[in-house]
C-alpha cells in the first residue's frame, strides 16, 4: 500500500515574499530583507534556484551560513522550489533542510498562522517545480565536455565516477511532474490552497506566444514539443484544483525573465521576473 502523502511545513509569518529567478546569485536574498527591512516573513524562490552547479559542501559551508545568519536577524525564512536549473535531486532528498531554510520537493504545502496556537491557517500555498529548458542542447554539450575534463585530470577514474563528480549545469529530470496521487492526499479543509507557487504556469497564462525562443528549435527538434507538454501538465494541476474547489485566489511563477499581471476566471496569475543586477522581483501576501 503506497501511503505516500503531501508534506507540509508550518511558520508564523505576517507576510509572504513570492521572488522570481535568483539563478545562484544567493546574495542578492540577504539584500532585499536588509534593503526592505523585512521582518517576520515567508519567502519562497519560485524555481532557478540555482542548487547543483556547485558541491553540496559549498551551499553547507559558504552559503547557508551567511544566508542563515541574516534570516536569523530579521526571524525570516526561505523556501526554495526547483526549476528546471537546479538539480532535481537535491530537493527530493531533503539534504538541505535547516530551521529557516528548506528546499522542498514538489507538492510540498506551506501553512502559515496568525500566533502559535496555529488555531486559524492565514495562507496555504502549494509549491510544485519544474521546467523545461530552452538551451538544453548547449548545457548537455557543457556536461560532456566537463565529463572529459575530469577523466583527463583523474586519469584511473571510470566514466561512472566522472559522471557522477563532474560539474553539472544540465539535468535530465528537470519537467514539472503531474501527481494526482499527491494531490488527492491534501485535506482542503485542513490546507485550504490559496496559493500556488510554481515554476512554470499553465498553457493560459503569458507568455501566450514562443516567438522568442524559435532560433532554438532549429537546434532541439522536440523542445517545442516539451514545452508545450510541459505547460499542459500545468494545465493539469490547475484542471485538478479547480475541479476540486480549491480556494485559489494568487498563482506566482518565474522562469520566463518578464513580469507581468493579469486575472483570469478570479485568479491573479503573477509573473515573477529573474534577478537582474541584485535586484529582484517579487509579489507579497499579506
Not at 23 to 35: A, E, M, V
Not at 122 to 127: D, G, V
Request: contains cysteine.
Amino acid at each position: 500500500m503506497n501511503d505516500k502523502k503531501a508534506i507540509i511545513l508550518d511558520f508564523i509569518v505576517d507576510k509572504i515574499y513570492c521572488i522570481g529567478d535568483i539563478h545562484g546569485n544567493f546574495g542578492c536574498i540577504r539584500g532585499f530583507i536588509k534593503q526592505n527591512n523585512i521582518h517576520n516573513s515567508l519567502l519562497i524562490i519560485c524555481g532557478d534556484c540555482g542548487f547543483g552547479f556547485e558541491s553540496d559542501a559549498h551551499y553547507k559551508q559558504t552559503v547557508f551560513p551567511k544566508l542563515s545568519k541574516t534570516l536569523s536577524k530579521y526571524n525570516d525564512y526561505c523556501v526554495f522550489i526547483r526549476g528546471n536549473h537546479d538539480n532535481a535531486s537535491l530537493f527530493n532528498s531533503f539534504i538541505f533542510n535547516y530551521k529557516r531554510i528548506k528546499v522542498v520537493p514538489d507538492y510540498t504545502i506551506l501553512n502559515t498562522y496568525y500566533d502559535d496556537t496555529k488555531a486559524v491557517i492565514k495562507h496555504s500555498i502549494l509549491c510544485i517545480g519544474g521546467a523545461t529548458s530552452i538551451d538544453r542542447t548547449l548545457r548537455n554539450i557543457a556536461n560532456e565536455r566537463n565529463l572529459m575534463e575530469y577523466k583527463l585530470r583523474h586519469h584511473n577514474c571510470s566514466t561512472e565516477e566522472a559522471s557522477l563528480k563532474s560539474r553539472k549545469c544540465y539535468w535530465e529530470n528537470e519537467q514539472p511532474q503531474y501527481s494526482e496521487e499527491l494531490l488527492n492526499t491534501i485535506d482542503i479543509i485542513k490546507t485550504p490552497i490559496d496559493v500556488i507557487c510554481t515554476h512554470t504556469a499553465p498553457s493560459f497564462c503569458n507568455p501566450l506566444s514562443k516567438i522568442s525562443i524559435q532560433n532554438w528549435f532549429r537546434h532541439d527538434p522536440t523542445l517545442e514539443n516539451d514545452i508545450d507538454n510541459e505547460r499542459r501538465t500545468m494545465d493539469e494541476i490547475y484542471n485538478y484544483v479547480i475541479e476540486h474547489e480549491f480556494p485559489v485566489a494568487k498563482w506566482c511563477y518565474g522562469h520566463f525573465h518578464f513580469t507581468f499581471s493579469e486575472y483570469i476566471d478570479g485568479i491573479k496569475y503573477r509573473l515573477l521576473d529573474m534577478e537582474r543586477q541584485g535586484k529582484i522581483d517579487y509579489e507579497v501576501i499579506d
